[in-house]
């Protein structure tokens, strides 16, 4: 996807809210589980349901996971308190948020994305999400609709508010940037980071500038479930802008609703429409000091976070020299998936890193939960079993998908396969029998045409039945051409 | 009257039945109730059944707690599990709460028996409960006159014997003041001292749950079960409390008093000398007592009737029509909302609501809101300061005595100056007691009030005992619509002595 604003006059500027759903066992204030998918209305209390009389009771794994998030965005974990936000809305069972306003537990961090380009995080801060409305009829949103259901499951349930600066200046950055972020809370285990979900959303405070100028009114633009909305609504909405600006007139700020189908946004509501929240301090709650020993403890339990995991790899993996685009790639997926002690430890066992990083890359990647729960020593014996020759690409691949569907070890499923490496002699004999049927193709490979030798793989595969290593394969072509060639 | 104390004593050693004691109070609610409009509802069969577990508890040998079968009566915005709980407001319509009060849970285990919920301004929203949506309570002394408020409804079931105890709540003095226009005892204890779990709310950093009793005694009895830490309310203080009752004779010996001029300043004259009497009782008991000045007193009104409101506009936003109690229909949610809310609050709670919400708004919060948490912490200040000079704080509760049925109804203001003896206590979170001293020239309660610092509930209600035993003290009520013969037959015999209505009555200190 292009900017639209790359190589023109204009720059556009985004500063990104990111709301995070905790994985805690239990909601914000109160006891009841925190999951997703129940059956609606299951997972509540007085506290969650806002019944009168009822109080909210901090969650203190809340408060530990949100200190730790600060500490993974270089953010100050600091002492703060909590604020109500009013206003009425139906999914939110006492028509106020418990939210924190002037004093966020995180604040003046930084997150780095993979190009180096570094984002500001001014604040990160605890808050409780709301239930969840389903409007019957009226195309599904309230307005128009004949009726509503409220699931109040996810009321209370806890959110961390990341808040960058805007400092974020095209679609493709602030994709990354949710992208690195989403890594990082996944890593730290503080989420799930579903963003189909809704454990991860985005809104996007976008506008445009000429470059170096002053900062444009901005826009928020919500409905962001996606990398991929996340992205074309901000490309749709700087386009947008820009077209106000030069036509003369000025972006009103307002927030808009980003229709997916429709490839555009909408507005929602003006600034003059906007809310009056009434922050005022939570009486119910006391102010939260997360004592030194606690944010000690956190750092000290801090796994290696994604970029620090991306370095491990990559100095691994290109031995020195300078990493290829498609290795780094395959070390961004297998970090992100979780997979890279899976490599390293298959490294560490004496298997080659390139192919264990292809492997759990194209193949283990296509099933990451059960690639997590791969035991090294296996995945470690399936690389080497492939680099040695003692399986082909072709079979190594077959093992590797039934190791993750059923488990066992690499060599009892080749052997169950009839895997069995072919001796050299039927290597051989089974290329003979290519070449003696494809004179013409033949003749073409010696005269140095080297894309045959694809085809020719091809060839011995289907007659041995998957059982040649590609590589094998291509060794005895080039030989067999030598000979040819030879006086 | 005969005392909670009596009664637990008399009903744990088995001389009298939990059944037969509440038999008899439900029997003079159903007497006197139709005059006084005490309560909102009377579980009477539910009443029965706890008072019998307690009975078969003693029967069995099992002690059912220090308030074995002691009848008590909760102000209506104390959930309780399975029966109504209105707060005396048309939309908490059909609620019924799935859960208990911490405080509620508390007097079960020490083996209270509920008889019913009692009326109330709504929401706590007033100073005479005429702002409750099931009509006005009236005064036990004289019904032509308000109980005071807002848990009038708790005093004057006290007052009247149709209860032994009562629970109220206290955010700007809607115990004491009740309690004093209706001559009983009643106690705001610390902030956090008891929980708030299972108290509707109405300004959340204020309110505080706190006992309705005949006798000093007796309110530190049931301070004493309902006090301590409970984990589900994040504002109760973490230690567990002291000990009252085994002190509470101990005198005031040494004990340095200073008399607030802000808190008797405008009194009638018979609410000033009753302080002044008080004042020398203490005296000749031992303490040291001064005159003196606290005038950030006077900022307590204005900045609790922001504080207080902006609290009320957003703890009462939930009762929007969508999850229980009333709904409105309308067009669309927001027009259900409106349609709910106008219909289902009074004028009082709407103007407080509106209060509330301007004073929070965007632009004013800083002229409002903010200056008045300014001002609270100027009264705490002032508290503290005072607080190294003295040990407790004497004052009046109330500036006059119960003023008229429909008085005040059309004067918010002079409604509102109804508490201003008792509010700075509330901004300070500190204790305060209103202890009955005598009647008027109108022969309506006279009182006092003890005030002192965070967590001295033992002495403050050391020096009320102190005054309450040299007051010349208010004889109980005396009216036409009192029975003859009240609830002497189930009551221990040898606690009590005929009182010159023929009501039981404790024999003279
Ligand atoms: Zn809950």
Known sequence: ?487 | MTTAADIAGSVRSGQCSAVDVATAHLDRIDQLDRSLHCFLSVDRSGALGEAELVDRAVAAGRDPGPLAGVPVALKDNLCTRGTPTTCASRILDGWVPPYDATVVELLRRAGAVVVGKTNMDEFAMGSSTEHSAFGPTCNPHDPSRVPGGSSGGSAAAVASGMAALALGSDTGGSIRQPAALCGVVGLKPTYGMVSRYGLVAFASSLDQIGPFATSVADAALMLEVIAGHDPRDSTSIPSSPAAVLARLSDGVQGVRVGVVDELVEGASAEVVSAVSSAAEALAKAGASVESTRIPACRLGLSAYYLLAPAEASSNLARYDGVRYGLRVDGPDVEAMNVATRTAGFGDEVKRRIMLGTFALSSGYYDAYYGQAQKARTVVLDAFAAAYERFDLLLGATAPTTAFPLGDRTADPMSMYLSDVFTIPSNLAGHPAVSVPWTTGGDGLPVAVQLLGPALAEPLVLRAASVVEASAPGVPPPCGDFLPSDGTRSALPRQAVGSGSDGLPREGPA
């Open chain 1, 1 to 487: 996807m292009s900017d639209v604003t790359t190589g023109s006059e204009w720059e556009v500027v985004v500063g990104l809210e990111v709301h995070v759903e905790l994985r805690t066992a239990t909601k914000l204030f109160c006891s009841c589980p925190n999951s997703f998918g129940d059956v609606p209305n299951t997972n509540v209390c007085p506290v969650c349901l806002g019944l009168p009389g009822s109080l909210p009771v901090l969650n203190s794994r809340a408060v530990e996971m949100a200190a730790t998030v600060g500490l993974a965005l270089n953010a100050r974990v600091q002492p703060s308190r909590f604020h109500r936000k009013n206003y009425f809305y139906p999914d939110m069972p006492k028509d106020y948020q418990i939210s924190q306003y002037d004093l966020p537990i995180c604040a003046a961090g930084w997150l780095d994305l993979p190009d180096g380009h570094r984002v500001g995080v001014e604040r990160a801060h605890l808050e409780e999400d709301t239930g969840k409305s389903t409007h019957l009829g009226g195309g599904g949103r309230l307005h128009g609709s004949d009726g509503s259901l409220v699931d109040y499951n996810r009321a209370g349930v806890p959110l961390v508010e990341v808040v960058s600066a805007p400092d974020i200046r095209s679609a493709e950055q602030a994709r990354s940037y949710v992208a690195e972020l989403r890594s990082i809370l996944v890593a730290t285990g503080v989420s799930d980071g579903r963003m189909e979900e809704g454990s991860l959303r985005v809104d996007a405070n976008v506008s445009v500038r000429r470059r170096g100028g002053t900062l444009g009114t901005r826009c928020e633009i919500k409905n962001l479930n996606s990398l991929r909305s996340l992205g074309r609504a901000i490309e749709h909405d700087a386009a947008r802008q820009v077209a106000v600006v030069e036509s003369g007139r000025q972006v009103s700020q307002e927030t808009r609703h980003w229709n997916e189908e429709g490839g555009h946004t909408v507005p929602l509501r003006s600034k003059e429409e906007a809310f009056d929240y009434r922050y005022f301090p939570e009486p119910d709650l006391v102010p939260v000091e997360p004592p030194g020993e606690l944010l000690d403890r956190l750092a000290s339990e801090m796994p290696p976070l994604p970029a620090e995991r991306r370095r491990r790899l990559i100095d691994l993996a290109s031995e020195g020299r300078q990493p290829s685009r498609a290795a780094e790639d395959q070390v961004a997926t297998v970090v992100d998936l979780g997979l890279d002690d899976l490599v390293l430890g298959a490294a560490s066992r004496g298997a080659s890193t390139r192919l264990a990083l292809a492997r759990a890359a194209n193949e283990a990647a296509t099933d990451p939960s059960a690639a997590r729960g791969l035991s090294v020593e296996s995945f470690a014996k399936l690389v080497s079993m492939e680099d040695s020759g003692r399986l082909s690409a072709t079979q190594a691949k077959a093992v590797l998908a039934r190791m993750l569907g059923e488990g066992g070890s690499p060599e009892q499923i080749a052997a169950s396969l009839g895997y069995e490496a072919l001796d050299p002699s039927q290597l051989s004999a089974a290329v003979e029998t290519v070449l003696a049927t494809n004179g013409a193709e033949w003749q073409r490979f010696v005269d140095g045409d080297e894309k045959v030798a694809g085809f020719f793989v091809g060839q011995v595969m289907r007659v041995t039945g998957g059982k040649a290593d590609g590589r094998a394969v291509r060794q005895v072509l080039a030989q067999r051409r030598l000979d040819s060639l030879a006086p």
